[in-house]
């Protein structure tokens, strides 16, 4: 019989490799950062803990406690990528423009995860609001 630890390894590999092939299909590089690897060393464990970001064409993605929460992160980025790809969409000169795009890559990713079959549970989704909600306070 598996223990626990097993099970979310095994689910934690599922999700790298369905993160790493909807990635190639978008054409994008992802990064799966390691707590403690070269570039937590470079820029420090707290950029990578519970985070994902995106540079171009390339989505780093963190290291997180629950597995789920680390891919609904890289929807957002994913989502991220695919919204602006549409330009003026939003309009840059709004004085909310980091707001709605924030939101906008939570719809998006969302959009992007259900052509994989991907439903996020409530928990998830609770997680994907607190982490918006943190835009409120800059
Ligand atoms: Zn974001």
Redesign the pocket.
Same mark, same amino acid.
């Given at each position: 019989m598996k223990n626990t630890q097993d099970v979310d390894d095994k689910i934690l590999l599922i999700a790298k490799r369905i993160i790493t092939g909807v990635s190639r299909r978008n054409g994008l590089t992802v990064v799966f950062v390691e707590e403690g690897d070269d570039l937590c060393k470079l820029n420090g464990d707290d950029t990578y803990r519970e985070r994902c970001c995106t540079v171009g064409d390339t989505i780093w993605v963190g290291f997180y406690k629950h597995t789920p929460s680390m891919a609904i992160g890289f929807f &957002?980025e994913l989502g &991220?990528v695919l919204s602006s790809k549409r330009k003026g969409f939003i309009p840059y000169d709004h004085p909310d423009y980091k707001k709605y795009a924030?939101a906008v890559?939570w719809m998006y990713g969302l959009a992007e995860a259900s052509k994989y079959n991907i439903l996020f549970t409530p928990e998830s989704l609770e997680y994907a609001a607190k982490e918006y909600k943190t835009y409120y306070k800059r």
């Open positions: &957002h &991220h924030e890559a």
